[in-house]
């Protein structure tokens, strides 16, 4: 059974950082690319960042040199550190797995900046 677990979401001030992780269990972590997306309030959900299995990396451009991915396939975790936050980067952040047709979600970890 495949799972993914975020933590690190919570409220911080703007200007903070925060840093999220994600935990893969089921899958051999390492031939997955990893995504996290985010979902305001009423909004679609965006692509925020991407590491692939051999470790590029895109981000969006609203996050881009604020934000860093990276992934530790030793313990099947990935990081997103948030610098610089924004009360614009408010939502609900979710890991995502994917690859070989297949594509995992986790339950999200919410993240709240406030102005």
């Known amino acids: 059974q495949v799972q993914l677990v975020e933590s690190g979401g919570g409220l911080v001030q703007a200007g903070g950082s925060l840093r999220l992780s994600c935990a893969a269990s089921?899958?051999?972590?390492?031939?997955?690319?990893v995504h996290w997306y985010r979902q305001a309030p009423e909004k679609q959900r965006e692509l925020v960042a991407t590491i692939t299995s051999s470790l590029n990396t895109n981000y969006a451009d609203s996050v881009k040199g604020r934000f860093t991915l990276s992934r530790d396939n030793a313990k099947n975790m990935v990081f997103l550190q948030m610098n610089s936050l924004k009360p614009e980067d408010t939502a609900t952040y979710y890991c995502?797995?994917?690859?070989?047709?297949?594509?995992?979600w986790g339950q999200g970890t919410q993240v709240t900046v406030a102005s």
């Open positions: 089921g899958i051999i972590f390492s031939f997955y690319h």
């Open positions: 995502n797995v994917e690859r070989f047709g297949n594509s995992y």
